[in-house]
């Protein structure tokens, strides 16, 4: 028990040891518009920022792809890139309701 207790410590620590910040400019399919996505480096913390919207997001790292969940007021903003081909699905839930895709680059701030 006391081994795979150190294991998992390790590779809890190799994990936290490879967070890095991420930035990515999207730009949408259907209008030309862009949005900005940050992550943190550490945590699960990133930002939103579109030419309506900014503000924090909660970030959730997935196999493949990262999701970015930004709450304001009534609205539930869920932006997901895919980062095996650079794409994006947006979805807004509440009294602003939309949908929306297009293609992501990483960029370096």
């Known amino acids: 028990m006391k081994k795979w207790m150190c294991v998992a410590f390790a590779t809890l620590c190799a994990t936290a040891a490879t967070a890095e910040e ?4 999207c730009v949408s399919d ?3 518009s862009e949005v900005r996505l940050n992550r943190d480096a550490e945590g699960d913390k990133g930002s939103i920022a579109t030419a309506t919207i900014e503000g924090d997001a909660t970030v959730f790292k997935g ?6 969940l930004h709450i304001e007021d009534k609205d539930v903003m869920t932006f997901v890139v895919h980062l095996d081909d650079m794409t ?15 293609t992501c680059q990483e960029s370096g701030a």
Do not use: C, Q
């Not at 991420?22 to 400019?25: D, E, G, N, P, T």
């Not at 994006?88 to 297009?102: E, M, T, V």
């Open 88 to 102: 994006y699905d947006l979805s807004i839930k509440g009294p602003h309701a939309g949908h929306d895709h297009g």
């Open 30 to 32: 259907r209008d030309g």
């Open 63 to 68: 196999i493949g792809n990262m999701t970015f």
């Open 22 to 25: 991420r930035h990515f400019v």
